[in-house]
Every structure is written in structure tokens, then in C-alpha cells.
């Protein structure tokens, strides 16, 4: 798709990291910084290419309106977590246009929390290149997803921005919600104000 990205901060090799949530892309953003299992909703396993791909990086899969999913994938985090590759979870529950963070839910925070793993808040932030607002490139809403692809590809040409903040270990699952969810704010405040005037390695090198 020829998606330049940055990154700034330490890029995490194990424990939760915990991300705001603009498009199905951002999968593919982190995936090329780092290696991580992926936690989407139960949906995407079905998708063309995308479903594929999830299933064969050991992306888990939960029923948001299933508490039993909830259950069943904060299990298998806790035996992820145990590995030397980070967990990525979207905490909102769903994307958004960027012009606010959603409630993190704390659920799938619990493994993290019980075996005092490290959690690790992210923001990811994209720029078009016409300056044309971010929002033009967000899935969120009731907007279909191969619509949504199509525009994705045909745009001019974009760039993500990802940065981490510093790992920290949590007493309980709500605390680490609240806390992470302030700090992906803060995190994304911080990607906003600096602009995307540095320059932007190509995702297609690094991929």
C-alpha cells in the first residue's frame, strides 16, 4: 500500500500493549514495527485477505457482545503474555474518527494485572500528505469495510505515527483502563502537536 510510519519511544517485546483505534490498518502498522498477537473482534476472521492473515499470526478472535468470549480470550492473553511477544489490544472495543478516545473496557486487562505484566499505552495518529484531516482515512461508524478499502487505496498518500510510552505494571484491571486510557491521550495530544513535519521511513522497507 506504499504507508510510510514513524515511531517514537521504546517499541515493547513482551507484556499488553494498549492502543486507541482509528482504522483496520493500524493492524498493519503495528505489525510492521513489531511482532505482536493481535486481539479483533470475532468478525474479522471472516474478511478477505485481512481475516487470513489474522488467522495465521495468531490473532485472537473475541465476541464483544459475548461476556463468555471475554472469558475465553482473557485466558488465552494470560498464556500469550507468558511468551516473548507482546499482546495488542484496542481497549475501546471499536475505531473512531480521532476526535475522541472511548472508555477503555478493563476486561482483558485482568491477565496483565493478576501476573503483573507489564502494560504499555500507545497512540497512533496518520497524516495525508494533501492535508486533507485524519478522519478521511478512519473506519468508524456504519461505514462498510470494502468502501472503506477502496478509498483507502486510492488516496494520494499517507503516513502513520506511532509512539509508545513507558511500561508500567498495574494493581487491577480498572486501574490499568483509567490509567492507560489518560495516557494514550496524552500520548496522541503529543503526536498532534508535533506535527508530521520529520521525515517518515517507508512501511514497504521495513515490512
Known amino acids: 500500500m506504499g504507508v510510510r510510519y514513524s515511531v517514537a519511544g521504546t517499541v515493547p ?3 499488553l500493549v494498549v492502543s486507541n483505534h482509528l482504522s483496520h ?14 486481539v479483533s473482534k470475532a468478525e474479522v476472521r471472516r474478511w478477505p485477505y485481512f481475516g487470513r492473515a489474522a488467522r495465521t499470526g495468531g490473532a485472537l478472535f473475541i465476541d464483544r457482545s459475548s461476556r463468555w468470549s471475554a472469558r475465553i480470550v482473557a485466558l488465552q492473553i494470560a498464556e500469550r503474555l507468558m511468551l516473548p511477544v507482546p499482546v495488542l489490544l484496542f481497549p475501546e472495543g471499536t ?24 502494560v504499555t499505552a500507545a497512540a497512533i495518529r496518520y497524516v495525508l500528505e494533501d492535508g486533507m484531516p485524519e478522519r478521511e482515512l478512519c473506519w468508524y461508524g456504519d461505514t462498510l469495510f470494502l468502501p472503506h478499502l477502496i478509498k483507502l487505496l486510492g488516496a494520494r498518500g499517507f503516513s502513520a505515527q506511532v509512539r509508545f510510552g513507558q511500561a508500567r505494571v498495574y494493581p487491577d484491571r480498572r486501574t490499568a483502563a483509567i490509567a492507560t486510557h489518560d495516557e494514550v491521550a496524552d500520548l496522541r495530544a503529543i503526536l498532534i502537536a508535533a506535527g508530521a513535519s520529520e521525515a517518515i521511513p517507508s512501511l514497504s522497507r521495513a515490512d
Open 13 to 15: 517485546s513482551r507484556g
Open 95 to 118: 475505531s473512531t474518527d480521532g476526535s475522541q478516545i472511548l472508555r477503555f473496557h478493563s476486561a482483558l486487562f485482568e491477565p496483565a494485572a493478576q501476573g503483573a505484566f507489564p
Open 25 to 38: 490498518i493500524d493492524i498493519l502498522i503495528y505489525g510492521a514495527i513489531t511482532p505482536a498477537f493481535f
